[in-house]
């Protein structure tokens, strides 16, 4: 069983950052990979960023150059590092862990409680 619990959300102005945490149960080691998706109002659950458990990330075009994910493996612990906030970030930011070849809450057909992002212009 797996269990990510999302942290750091908030209301900011539009151009403000804001950093988001994803705390697991066990080692993040185990996982293929760490990931960050957003749902915001009325739009389906999207993919923002992705990092590997060698490292490499990958962004959403959308957020490219502005957002950057990390781990802290000692803690646990993935972050979503967001800046250049734009109104349409504003979203329920959701965590998920990718083993073998499966995304644990696609697999579950469930998500947890996530974190809101609201950003204002």
């Known amino acids: 069983q797996v269990q990510l619990v999302e942290s750091g959300g908030g209301l900011v102005q539009a151009g403000g950052s804001l950093r988001l945490s994803c705390a697991a149960s066990?080692?993040?080691?185990?996982?293929?990979?760490m990931g960050w998706y957003r749902q915001a109002p009325g739009k389906q659950r999207e993919l923002v960023a992705t990092?590997?458990?060698?490292?490499?990330?990958n962004y959403a075009d959308s957020v490219k150059g502005r957002f950057t994910i990390s781990r802290d493996n000692a803690k646990n612990t993935v972050y979503l590092q967001m800046t250049s906030l734009k109104p349409g970030d504003t979203a329920v930011y959701y965590c998920?862990?990718?083993?073998?070849?499966?995304?644990?809450?696609?697999?579950?057909?469930?998500w947890g409680q996530g974190t809101l992002v609201t950003v204002s212009s």
């Open positions: 066990g080692s993040i080691f185990r996982f293929n990979a």
């Open positions: 998920n862990a990718k083993e073998s070849s499966s995304w644990y809450h696609d697999a579950l057909g469930a």
């Open positions: 990092i590997a458990s060698g490292g490499s990330a």
